[in-house]
């Protein structure tokens, strides 16, 4: 953006200096901007601001017209050379105070556009001019890292007294957009519902809505309410304590159910006496029983182990 030849002084003048450097001390790079620092041991690449007051606009036009026409990389000495010095920001003063402008692939971020009054238009959360200067000594940024999008999963609960809510709710979101903005920066990308928690006799269920389920610890700690199925449940009989919810089935690495091997715990035994009146009529049938081949099994869980003949 060119500057108005009725700016009565160009205030601040950014250029970002990008340097190689070889075990040197920082201090002997810049040491009128730069704190003293330890001895670096390792060479790397830095960035430093570098602000300047210039009185008028010929002077900014011939410091802009110097570093167009510099060469780099440009060597300072042996350990350090200037790869490239780029402005970044321009302050001119008006009539109402300042206002910074920023060049080429360089903007202000969101808060410093709200802060200090964006003098053009706002796009995706960013401006390229402000009607002020930064308190904190804050420059222009690069656009490509001011435009680095992060995306979160948001849990949000909701108190509500009537079920019949909660279908309104879940009628919503199915016939709502997909894509909100709720600021120039923050942009609602989807919405779904994943736990609904009523109460029940005794305490609470918390179901899962659809394509969502409890992992296996959680049906295994506050007991499944339906059946687990792939280590995982749909329904639960408390609210979790740590306010865990259902998770998505697309996205959550569901661990395995614990392997329990089953005990075998021996059966208890129980042994009867019973005393048993035969009535033969032949003695031959009671020698029989004295000839019997013991124990005797019944059935699986009743064996005759001895018969003795008393009277």
Wanted: glycine share 4%.
């Amino acid at each position: 953006m060119a500057l108005s030849l009725k700016a009565l002084a160009i205030f601040v003048l950014l250029m970002t200096l990008l340097m190689l450097v070889t075990n040197l001390h920082e201090e002997h790079i810049l040491p009128h901007i730069r704190e003293k620092r330890n001895v670096l041991s390792y060479p790397g690449t830095y960035a430093a601001n570098v602000f300047l007051n210039a009185s008028n606009v010929e002077t900014y036009e011939e410091i802009l017209s110097t570093l167009n026409a510099t060469s780099y990389p440009l060597q300072i000495d042996n350990n350090t050379e200037i790869q490239d010095i780029t402005v970044t920001t321009v302050c001119v003063s008006t009539d109402n105070g300042f206002r910074c402008e920023c060049k080429e692939q360089f903007a202000w971020p969101y808060s410093t556009c709200i802060t200090y009054g964006a003098c053009d238009y706002m796009s995706s959360g960013i401006c390229k001019c402000i009607s002020g200067i930064p308190a904190d000594g804050s420059t222009c940024q690069l656009i490509s890292e001011l435009l680095v999008e992060t995306e979160y999963v948001v849990a949000i609960e909701l108190n509500l007294t009537d079920i019949t809510t909660v279908d309104f709710l879940r009628t919503l979101l199915n016939n709502g957009s997909n894509f909100l903005t709720l600021n120039p920066t923050v942009n609602v990308t989807q919405i779904g519902l994943t736990t609904v928690c009523s109460p029940s006799n005794p305490g609470y269920q918390c179901r899962c809505d659809d394509q969502y389920r409890w992992s296996c610890d959680q049906c295994l700690r506050y007991g499944s309410c339906d059946n687990i199925t792939d280590d995982t449940c749909g329904c639960i009989k408390s609210i979790p304590a740590d306010g865990q919810y259902c998770q998505s089935l697309d996205q959550y690495n569901f661990t395995s159910c614990p392997t329990t091997t089953p005990t075998s715990t021996p059966p208890l035994v129980y042994e009867y006496l019973i005393s048993i009146e035969v009535k033969a009529e032949d003695v031959t049938s009671v020698e029989e029983l004295r000839n019997i081949i013991y124990p005797i099994s019944i059935n699986s869980n009743t064996h005759i182990s001895e018969i003795n003949m008393s009277t």
